[in-house]
């Protein structure tokens, strides 16, 4: 059974800083790419950032120079770094994770695993 949980949202105050995590359980993490993702009230849900397995990131445009995704293989966990919060950043946040087929091709995060997502609002 596969779970994605994610932590660390919280109310902050705009400039402020928060870091995300996502855990995930009973996958095999990173086979084929991780990403978070955000849905604002009343917006479609957008693509904040990604990491592939090579360690390459995307950022959405709003976000760069602002937000900074890592992982832990080690403890399965993928993080977003938040600084410099604005008050258009409020979103509930989701990570998203990739896997593999039996034929051993990849399926994107969007289409992968996703988590319940956790609450960031910043005033």
């Known amino acids: 059974h596969v779970q994605l949980v994610e932590s660390g949202g919280e109310s902050v105050q705009a400039g402020g800083s928060l870091k995300l995590s996502c855990e995930a359980f009973?996958?095999?993490?990173?086979?084929?790419?991780m990403a978070w993702y955000r849905r604002a009230p009343g917006k479609e849900r957008e693509l904040v950032s990604s990491?592939?397995?090579?360690?390459?990131?995307t950022y959405a445009d709003s976000v760069k120079g602002r937000f900074t995704v890592s992982q832990d293989i080690a403890k399965n966990t993928l993080y977003l770094q938040m600084n410099g919060l604005k008050t258009e950043d409020t979103a509930v946040y989701y990570c998203?994770?990739?896997?593999?087929?039996?034929?051993?091709?990849?399926?994107?995060?969007?289409?992968?695993?996703w988590g319940e997502g956790t609450q960031v609002t910043v005033s």
């Open positions: 998203a994770g990739g896997y593999k087929r039996s034929g051993g091709d990849c399926v994107t995060p969007y289409f992968g695993y």
């Open positions: 990491i592939s397995t090579d360690g390459a990131t």
């Open positions: 009973g996958y095999i993490f990173f086979s084929c790419g």
